[in-house]
């Protein structure tokens, strides 16, 4: 596509260019479609939702990314435990296929997991898969994978806005279709080199006292190194809450687009003095990477 750039006209792909079509769907039996698009899955799945799709010359290498949600009947605890085994039994996976020049197909993929704090905040997960050169296809084949997929009594699985866009280090697309609310997630080269997050807090902080409970709240402004959850740690005895073995810890999910983020912490009325830190985190391959926490004002009782 021909576009328009500082120093005059260039031969380039529009960067959020979705080569997935609104139509030409292949919906197996199992996937039932809802109001909105979303599509739900439940027991027994074998096969594809998927769209063959004609690759563009001037889209040399492009990335799947596609939403996916769990509802449980038996809420799930919220920790960070992979609690897939739980939810069904072989895999489910974003593919980002295509159909050799020659023959046969690949299906570079990524597989859908969930944390049982991921699957208990009612959220979307987005997911992209590897990149896919596409002088390697004779046609390109998005889909999302259920290989001998049963999931577990009460489960249903929600899928959502499949897209296949021109590859980036990162793919930030807001024009693209996409449910909401969405859960932030690490970078891709945040996740494989295990960088912290790299945004900054800002004022102000807010706190309010409601039914034995303290609600607090923050901004955050997220850096390139993206905050995917907040750790909130709280002391009731005057502790440093980053040390004391006394320390409360709670985990707040962050969401895409979203600065603005609360919670709320039990407090005993007569517990003096309380000390809260808040540290911005990030899952990476290394594990949990946390900026340095900081003590707002506002959320400290002599």
Request: aromatic share 8%; with cysteine.
């Amino acid at each position: 596509m021909l576009l328009a750039g500082c120093g005059g006209p260039a031969l380039a792909p529009e960067p959020c260019r979705n080569l997935v079509g609104a139509t030409g769907w292949n919906i197996p039996r199992f996937a039932k479609v809802e109001q909105g698009g979303s599509m739900v899955v439940e027991g027994h799945a074998e096969g594809a939702i998927s769209q063959w799709v004609q690759k563009s010359k001037d889209v040399p290498v492009v990335v799947a990314v596609g939403y996916a949600r769990v509802e449980t009947a038996t809420p799930l605890e919220a920790s960070d435990e992979d609690v897939t085994p739980k939810l069904w039994d072989g895999a489910v996976a974003l593919a980002n296929g295509y159909s050799k020049r020659w023959r046969g197909m690949e299906s570079p993929h990524v597989q859908l997991r969930f944390t049982g704090r991921e699957a208990s905040s009612g959220a979307w997960k987005r997911f992209v898969t590897p990149p896919v050169e596409t002088w390697r296809a004779r046609a390109l084949y998005p889909h999302f994978a259920f290989w001998g997929a049963r999931l577990a009594p009460g489960v249903k699985l929600r899928v959502a806005g499949l897209a296949l866009v021109p590859a980036a280090e990162e793919v930030e697309c807001p024009s693209l279709p996409a449910p909401q609310p969405v859960l932030e997630s690490a970078t891709r080269r945040q996740y494989e080199q295990d960088l912290e997050p790299d945004g900054a807090f800002e004022e102000p902080f807010r706190l309010q006292e409601r039914a034995g409970q303290w609600v607090l709240g923050a901004l955050y402004r997220q850096g390139k190194q993206r905050a995917d959850r907040f750790l909130v740690a709280v002391t009731e005895d005057g502790s440093d809450p980053r040390l004391s073995a006394t320390s409360r810890v709670q985990t707040v999910l962050a969401h895409r687009g979203a600065e603005q983020w609360e919670t709320t912490v039990p407090v005993r009325r007569e517990a003096r003095p309380v000390r809260i830190a808040v540290a911005a985190a990030a899952w990476t391959s290394a594990g949990l990477r946390a900026q340095e926490p900081v003590f707002p004002a506002t959320w400290q009782k002599p």
